[in-house]
């Protein structure tokens, strides 16, 4: 898998069951009519239950040079979360999540489905809400390690 090159995403939640993140590399979209996407999360992972709880999240497309971001909500810069929400600028679209207001593109949906598949969790969004940001080049991660496409 690591020679799949993929964008790199960081997907949020916020409401009830708190407000949590984790970077991600496994979202694609799932149809247009109505528009969906699917992003893939471990099921021990503390954003997993927090998405499932509250109902809704958002996938913030990171740009190019965001690797600081998306490495500290991976996990590898071992900061609180709170911490992590503290590195950029977010605010909300139509469900709440956090939304990084620097992101390539921000995709706000509501959970439509789960589906568990080994050690994750499928989760199908439905789209509420999407905002572009500056055109420019997106980070990707490939044999692992970001590169800029």
Same mark, same amino acid.
């Given at each position: *898998?690591?020679? *799949? ?8 939640? #916020?409401?009830?069951?708190?407000? &949590? ?10 149809? #247009? ?21 509250n109902g809704? &999240? ?22 609180? *979360? #709170?911490?992590? &929400? ?8 139509a469900t ?18 789960? *589906? ?34």
């Amino acid at each position: *898998m690591s020679r *799949m090159a993929t964008a790199v995403h960081i997907v949020t939640t #916020d409401g009830a069951a708190g407000r &949590f993140g984790a970077t991600v590399s496994a979202v694609c979209s799932v149809t #247009d009519t109505p528009p969906c996407l699917l992003v893939c999360l471990n099921r021990t992972s503390r954003v997993h239950a927090a998405i499932l709880s509250n109902g809704v &999240f958002c996938v913030s497309t990171l740009p190019a040079g965001a690797e600081p971001l998306a490495d500290a909500f991976a996990g590898r810069t071992q900061i609180a *979360m #709170d911490e992590r &929400f503290a590195l950029a600028r977010w605010d909300a679209l139509a469900t709440g999540a956090p939304a990084l207001a620097t992101a390539s593109v921000n995709a706000d949906c509501k959970v439509l489905r789960t *589906m568990e598949m080994g050690t994750h969790s499928i989760i199908v969004g439905a789209l509420q809400g999407v905002r572009y940001g500056a055109v420019g080049e997106t980070l990707v991660y490939k044999d692992r390690a970001y590169r800029a496409l």
